[in-house]
């Protein structure tokens, strides 16, 4: 996820850019082999229900915790028999920004 503003909010995901000033929170994920790209899923637009909370963010010590559900769909199939999309659900997060 990128582009996550840093104070608590509810913020829905999008199929973006990181290089793109759109003001858009972003997700992808990735299919890696060490660093060799084997295949990709965006955010499935069409699809509402993709959020990242922010519950709370420490100014001082950069810390960031909240949630998150996504959906993403296949943008190129990283193996044969891969799944079409694939579904986040509950997940939380614990991170420091730097």
Known sequence: M???PAHPGTYSLHKTSIQVDDGL???????NDDDFLLGY???LEADSSS???IT???TVTKEMKGKFEVIFKVTQRPYPGAPD????QNGVFHTKVL
């Open 2 to 4: 990128f582009k996550v």
């Open 85 to 88: 999309t694939i579904r986040l």
């Open 51 to 53: 959020f990242l909370t």
């Open 41 to 43: 899923y965006d955010v």
């Open 56 to 58: 709370s963010y420490d």
């Open 25 to 31: 929170v972003g997700s992808n994920f990735f299919f």
